[in-house]
């Protein structure tokens, strides 16, 4: 199987960008293979980590746009113009226009720290010490317009614990998030997990036994 051409948008750190990478690294069978990281923003460390693995990077500073869409039809054109066929959000920090979200519909990953549908959103570690939830985590999903919402490709849970603080707490879903989304790239980009309407399955199943992991439990 030839492994899937995917691209990486980051807007800061890149900490989840690296442990895709080092999946892809350490592991020749990966399904996907890394050919460019995007970054919005110039400068951020994300881009000297993603060079640090021999990933071509590139810059487009929305910036220099005059409005959303004119910077996504540049970023679009510039995956394009790579061969991009998948793409991974880590950490991009930009909302996206439905042009952009259509065009690369099914095509584009992201993760986000918390147990979706709840805490769609920011501050999603101190919302989930205010409600009084048990189990807090992340999520990898399909993009869909709406903000943290589409079909949900695979869960990770961790324990809330009754010292933590908002801190230790998205430390600890940091490091979920860090094993859950090469597990749900291999998925995805392998074809174990494919969608029926709004829905993923992994393996021909739609359950929680096929689509959640839980480190730490």
């Not at 039809?73 to 909302?95: D, N, P």
């Not at 065009?103 to 989930?128: Q, S, V, Y």
Request: with cysteine; proline share 6%; aromatic share 6%.
């Amino acid at each position: 199987m030839t492994p899937v051409r995917t691209a990486i948008l980051v807007s800061g750190r890149g900490s989840n960008m690296v442990s895709l990478l080092e999946a892809a690294r350490d592991d020749s069978a990966f399904p996907a293979a890394f050919s460019l990281v995007v970054s919005n923003r110039p400068g951020v460390l994300a881009l000297e980590r993603a060079a640090a693995f021999g990933v071509p990077t590139d810059v487009i500073d929305h910036k220099a746009f005059a409005d959303r869409e004119s910077f996504d039809r540049a970023l679009s054109a510039r995956l394009e113009a790579a061969g991009i066929e998948l793409i991974c959000l880590a950490g991009f920090m930009r909302l996206l226009t439905p042009w952009l979200v259509e065009h690369w519909r099914d095509r584009m990953l992201n993760i986000h720290p918390a147990i979706l549908p709840a805490f769609k959103g920011l501050h999603t570690h101190e919302r989930a010490l205010e409600a009084g939830v048990k189990l807090h985590g992340c999520t990898v999903h399909l993009v869909r317009s709406e903000m943290d919402a589409g079909p949900i490709i695979a869960q990770a849970a961790v324990p809330v614990l009754s010292g933590d603080t908002p801190d230790s707490l998205g430390a600890r879903v940091l490091g979920a998030e860090h094993r859950l989304y090469p597990h749900a790239l291999r998925l995805w980009a392998s074809g174990r997990a494919t969608l029926e309407g709004e829905r993923v399955f992994v393996d021909g199943e739609a359950g929680a036994a096929a689509a959640l992991i839980a480190p730490g439990l």
